[in-house]
């Protein structure tokens, strides 16, 4: 009864948010804009052994914009809950972590035109999980929400972009500054290592039909620690991919295709840290087609097609580490709909299949899911 009461409470104070803006006002010169968006999202899954896992999150957003100035923030209300064969029933349901992002830009100023940006992770979240609640932290690849809570955490990050002709060239450097927390009762002042990424693209636009991109994202992890004695530093990650858009006066179509490969991970042994004999982690290869139908100017039509592989990761299929191949489709049809100015809704329904091969947690079987998800939004418009 309470779950259904706070969200009962929280869903009131929402539609009152986002029917109140968005809206604007002037300070002397220029305007400040100030935006909500809200909505539901569910996610549902089972398997073949009895498996079951369900989870929904209502996020809140709030955005404001003064001059070059930006400053957004996120939050939201989660309920997770998992069945295991033999296990009893575990849920959980509370706020999740704040996201606040600040970003200024620098434009016509300079040859290359730069975004700072200042991040933070607010610990509003879970923490301090009991062990055995530990399952419900599922896979990226069954539900949305994986972290239910971590620490304090500030990524500062800047990015330069520049034009010339048809061509648009942007890089980006970021550095994830992320604090120690209780991460289960078990482990307890656990500190993640820090994060530094480095992000390229290349566009292509030869007229107003068509659109071409290039993209890199290249990712190093600092070592994990608890009680400051570290004892885990993950593998280097890698990412590239290409992408085509055509686009027509009524429609829209676009494709990309990614590889995703991760280094060798390190862990402690007798005091020293040693890279992995095998690699654990196998390379990801995903591709996606999607398209927009424009109905009439207030109502578009979407769909999207995607499909993801994960190659066997090094070790072999009798190891403890291994985990054999996985293969992913998941189709997503949505509609969005302008309401008044001030509103716009969506609706998106979308389902996949999934197989596993064995791994260390089903060493003896292959295992299927299947799973659905349904999103419902509400965002101003300007």
């Known amino acids: 009864m309470k779950v259904i009461k706070d969200i009962t409470v929280l869903l009131i104070v929402l539609i009152i948010i986002t029917l109140l803006t968005p809206f604007t006002f002037t300070c002397g010169a220029a305007e400040i804009k100030i935006r909500t968006s809200t909505g539901f999202h569910l996610d549902w899954w089972d398997s073949p052994n009895n498996e079951k896992g369900l989870q929904y999150y209502i996020p809140v957003k709030i955005e404001a914009n003064y001059d070059e100035l930006s400053m957004g923030i996120l939050t939201g209300y989660a309920y997770t809950t998992r069945d295991l064969p033999g296990q009893d029933r575990r849920s959980i349901s509370d706020i999740l972590d704040t996201k606040l992002n600040l970003g200024y830009s620098i434009t016509d100023l300079l040859p290359v035109d730069i975004l700072v940006g200042l991040d933070f992770n607010l610990p509003t979240g879970r923490t301090d999980l009991k062990d055995k609640d530990l399952s419900l932290i599922m896979d990226p690849d069954l539900v949305a929400i994986t972290s239910l809570g971590e620490g304090f955490n500030i ?13 648009l060239f942007g890089i980006g450097f970021g550095y994830v500054f992320r604090g120690e927390y209780d991460y289960s009762k078990s482990m307890h002042d656990y500190d993640p290592g820090n994060i530094f990424s480095f992000v390229t693209q290349v566009h292509y636009i030869p007229s107003e ?12 992890y600092g070592k994990d620690e608890i009680k400051g004695d570290s004892f885990y530093k993950e593998g280097d990650y890698f990412q590239v991919g290409a992408g085509c858009k055509y686009t027509r006066s009524f429609w829209d179509i676009e494709g990309t295709v990614e590889a995703i490969i991760r280094g060798k991970s ?3 042994e007798k005091q020293r840290f040693k890279k992995e004999n095998d690699n654990s982690h196998g390379d990801e290869w995903i591709g996606r087609v999607k398209g927009h139908y424009y109905l009439n ?23 403890m580490y291994y985990w054999g191949q996985r293969r992913k489709v998941s189709l997503d049809i949505g509609i969005s709909r302008i309401f008044c100015p001030k509103l ?3 609706i998106n329904i979308s389902g996949f299949f ?7 947690y089903h060493p003896d079987s ?8 349904l999103e419902f939004k509400f965002i101003g418009n300007f």
Do not use: V
């Not at 990524?155 to 061509?167: G, L, V």
């Not at 295992?367 to 659905?372: A, F, L, P």
């Open 366 to 373: 292959h295992q299927s899911y299947r799973g659905i998800s």
């Open 266 to 268: 390190k862990f402690k």
């Open 344 to 346: 716009t809704g969506q």
């Open 297 to 319: 100017p207030k109502t578009t039509i979407s769909s999207a097609l995607a499909f993801l592989i994960i190659t066997e990761n090094d070790y072999p299929s009798n190891s």
């Open 155 to 167: 990524n500062p990050t800047i990015s330069f972009a520049k034009q010339w002709n048809d061509w």
């Open 209 to 220: 039909n068509w659109h071409f991109k290039l993209f890199t994202n290249f990712t190093t």
């Open 354 to 360: 999934m197989h596993d091969k064995e791994t260390w």
